[in-house]
């Protein structure tokens, strides 16, 4: 059998923070729907960081990450 290889062209991420809205209407969900599965880790294209004495998170969905788990991706 021969070897084959395949060859993916990706966009070129910049570590951009895709905005929680824009990722909502992305993926057809709403907005606090990812923010709760951000915050209990069930949801793995970023990360939710509660603010220290506070119950407010702050929240980082990096475009790579957000790209190879939803597909979606705006540059």
Do not use: H
């Not at 895709?18 to 992305?26: D, W």
Request: some cysteine.
């Amino acid at each position: 059998m021969e070897n084959t290889k395949l060859y993916i062209e990706t966009p070129v991420f910049t570590g951009r923070n895709v905005p929680i809205n824009e990722l909502a209407k992305a993926i057809g969900k709403d907005a606090q729907y990812i923010r709760i599965g951000l915050q209990q880790g069930v949801l793995n294209f970023g990360y939710a960081m509660k603010k220290n004495n506070s119950s407010e998170y702050n929240y980082y969905c990096p475009d790579k990450k957000v790209w190879e788990e939803t597909g979606y991706f705006n540059g």
